[in-house]
């Protein structure tokens, strides 16, 4: 009797053993993942760092819509209330028109200026399938002021008017909370203001963001002017700030030595410096729009 | 005594042969659909791993929660990122049977109604979950459909204060299999 409990006791584990296994063999049937590559994503909140360029464009089919604010400086005190008094903006759109070229326009009112831009990506860090440590962007940008002329009996030229920046920006997603940048820099203006000035200024900058929860960041970036005239007499760009994310929403707000919100400005003419208190402080509010649905299946 | 073990080689040989005959899709579909006053959010994933057992009535998805399609990027995005945390948990996996597989005849055209029974695992949390589908068998294919809700609450995915008018709290989850019959080395 006690024997025959026993086995009967026996022939129920293997059942049931077997139903167990069974599960996962059906779970083996899926077979092994074929390796992706998968590209690695949201490496930034916004397609800006604080001021200056993040390696994120427009999702494909994405209308983007920017408002940077940018105060005057803190350390004018109390009666220009520190620097919220004064105010620079730059009201911008950018679209991305495919999943690796973005096109943006604004309108600064810092020397009431035009400016375009295309942003390119040329690599997307990528593991799995195929590994690429690295995203790689183009950023092109060309910007017009249309402040009157100074002296409008002088022989003026349209070109006087336009300045370039052109950079590559390199970045990094480590993990999910932290990510890098480096963007060498070049920033050229047909027209400067004084003889010894520089048309050609070249900087390297670096950046990057660490998560603080899923939808707050901390922000930083550095602009660094290779020695030479520009950097003898201005200082380098440094701008600390945060992201918060607010479902179609990013609001962005930093404190910067920069001015204006776009490169050929905030990169080679910062005339302030953060221990003298010549810090702005500033916003970006950015705004998503779907304008092209991408594809579906069927 | 002799009688027992022949009992017990024959159990197990039930078993063994069960294994012979299982349905299996790698593109199955899977609609996730939230509803609120304010906003409507739509996703699709057209890889869904899913196997059936007909004998056993043991049941499996495997979905990878990345292959989730939705209309705006920056909601896929948030999907991933925020809600789901796609790269901690890349996969919502469910193990179950059908509970009353008794009443299905796998082998006979027609649409049966089924109850499944067993472990919903998402963003890392296990829960168990019974739900209603149904089973279409036709030329030798069977066709598994459900649609059911998941509590976002029950699985630890926290929406902030700011977007809970925007994403309902229960969302809809709409499964469509259709498993073919593979051959067992």
Not at chain 1, 51 to 77: A, D, K, M, R, W
Not at chain 1, 234 to 260: M, W
Request: net charge negative.
């Amino acid at each position: 009797m006690i024997k025959r409990c026993l086995i009967l006791c026996l022939a129920v584990f293997f059942a049931a053993t077997a139903q167990v296994f069974s599960q996962d063999d059906l779970m083996d049937l899926f077979g092994e993942e074929e390796p992706k590559t998968e590209f690695a994503y949201a490496s930034f909140k916004s397609t800006r760092i604080c001021i200056g360029q993040s390696i994120e464009n427009p999702p494909n089919g994405n209308l983007i819509f920017v408002v940077s604010h940018h105060f005057g400086t803190i350390n004018q005190g109390f009666y220009e209330f520190f620097g919220l008094d004064q105010a620079t903006t730059r009201i911008g759109f950018e679209y991305g028109i495919n999943d690796w070229i973005a096109i943006g326009i604004g309108r600064s009112t810092l020397k009431k200026t035009f400016d375009g831009f295309a942003k390119i990506k040329i690599l997307r860090q990528s593991s799995g399938a195929r590994n690429m440590p690295v995203s790689v962007s183009y950023f092109g940008s060309t910007a017009i002021n249309s402040l009157k002329w100074q002296d409008p009996d002088r022989q003026n030229y349209f070109t006087s008017r336009m300045s370039y920046a052109h950079q590559i920006l390199i970045a990094r997603k480590f993990s999910n909370a932290l990510t890098f940048q480096l963007m060498p820099t070049l920033i050229h203006r047909n027209l400067v203001e004084r003889d010894v000035d520089e048309n050609d200024v070249f900087s390297i900058g670096a950046g990057g963001r660490v998560k603080i929860s899923n939808r707050v960041s901390i922000n930083a970036e550095y602009y660094y002017l290779i020695p030479g005239q520009t950097a003898d007499d201005y200082y380098n760009t440094f701008t600390i700030g945060f992201d918060i994310e607010t479902g179609g929403h990013i609001f962005q707000l930093f404190a910067t030595n920069g001015r204006g919100a776009i490169e050929e400005y905030y990169i080679p003419q910062s005339s302030g410096s953060w221990l003298n208190g010549d810090i702005h402080i500033g916003f970006n509010i950015t705004r998503s729009f779907t304008v092209k649905q991408p594809r579906r299946k069927p | 005594m002799k009688k027992n073990i022949s009992i017990m080689i024959l159990a197990l040989l039930v078993t063994a042969t069960a294994f012979g005959q299982n349905y299996v899709t790698k593109t199955g579909h899977i609609k996730f659909y939230s509803e609120t006053p304010i906003e409507t959010i739509e996703a699709h994933n057209y890889s869904v791993n899913s196997a059936i057992n007909p004998v056993s009535g043991d049941f499996v998805f495997k979905v990878l929660v990345k292959s989730f399609e939705f209309e705006k990027a920056l909601m896929q995005e948030h999907f991933n990122e925020n809600y789901m945390e796609s790269d901690k948990y890349p996969n919502a996996v469910f193990k179950g049977k059908i509970a009353n597989v008794a009443d299905i005849d796998f082998a006979k055209d027609g649409t049966y109604d089924a109850v499944v029974k067993g472990d919903l695992s998402i963003h890392g949390v296990t829960k168990a979950v019974e739900e209603k589908g149904t089973f279409t068998v036709k030329d030798g294919k069977i066709q598994g459909r459900s649609v059911f809700n998941v509590p976002l609450e029950d699985y630890e995915i926290k929406v902030p204060g700011a977007v809970k008018k925007q994403i309902s709290e229960s969302i809809e989850i709409s499964v469509d299999v259709m498993l073919e019959e593979v051959q067992n080395p």
